[in-house]
């Protein structure tokens, strides 16, 4: 069974950092693209992408990262504003290169408060 788990939300004041980790279990993470999301209003956003290969794509205030051996993937997130708060999420996946067969697996989300 494939699990995706973050951590590393909270609370932080403007102008601070975290640092969210995302990992994964029941499958070989080191196949798959990553990727951070997060969730407004409903609407999810796009905040940073890494290929399996470590090509990441990332800008500004965030950094995303994996470590493969330890099936982890992370975002690093510098000067916080409050319009960063959200919930973000982590996201894998790939396309199965004999049937063809997208594999998209997220987490369940972890809260991240900017606010003074």
């Known amino acids: 069974q494939v699990q995706l788990v973050e951590s590393g939300g909270g609370l932080v004041q403007p102008g601070g950092s975290l640092r969210l980790s995302c990992t994964a279990s029941?499958?070989?993470?080191?196949?798959?693209?990553g990727g951070w999301y997060r969730r407004v209003s409903g609407k999810r956003q796009e905040v940073a992408t890494i290929?399996?290969a470590g090509n990441a794509h990332s800008g500004g205030r965030f950094i995303i990262s994996r470590d493969n051996a330890k099936n982890t993937m992370y975002l690093q997130m510098n000067n916080l504003r409050p319009e960063d708060t959200a919930v973000y999420l982590c996201?894998?996946?790939?396309?199965?290169?004999?049937?063809?067969?997208?594999?998209?697996?997220w987490g369940q989300g972890t809260l991240v408060t900017v606010s003074s």
């Open positions: 029941g499958l070989d993470f080191s196949l798959y693209n």
């Open positions: 290929s399996s």
């Open positions: 996201n894998l996946e790939r396309v199965e290169p004999v049937t063809n067969r997208p594999l998209d697996y």
